[in-house]
């Protein structure tokens, strides 16, 4: 059985529409490559056949990995979530202690993590830190350089 994940709407549709896109799409492509490659010819020495069967090959096991994934997710009901707290979806600022800077961040599930959109992971170092503290707390975090501390300053939704 494959681990529990928990998404928002908006990951699981993100994740259905990907593995839509590698069945619906992809694996025609793939399969039209392969009989075009087949149809040149020897097969023992045939370069487009062996990349194009190497292609189909990464192909399913990425829709594999993807229908794994999706067996195991589960949709977070945000209305029952403690708004006091860090949780999944919660919008957490927090304040370095070493340097005063502020970062905001949003707690994700692996799935939906992007640095770039301010979305980290629970699972991360520092999503695991911030989970269940509330405001006002101090999250000590071990990273591969030490040990941060970080201040709570705000927790929304």
Known sequence: MSKASYYTEEGLKKL????RH?????????????AEARDKGDL?????YDAAKEEQGLLELKISKLESTLSGARLIDESQLDASKALVLSKVKIKNQTNGMEMTYTLVADGE????????SVNSPIGKGLLG??????AEITVPTGVMKFDIIEISR
Do not use: F
Request: proline content about 3%.
């Open 16 to 19: 259905r529409n990907e593995l």
């Open 44 to 48: 023992s020495e045939n370069a487009e």
């Open 113 to 120: 993590a992007d640095l770039s959109s301010g979305k980290i």
């Open 22 to 34: 590698l069945k619906d799409i992809e694996r025609p492509r793939v399969s039209q490559a392969i």
């Open 133 to 138: 503290k509330s405001v006002g707390d101090v």
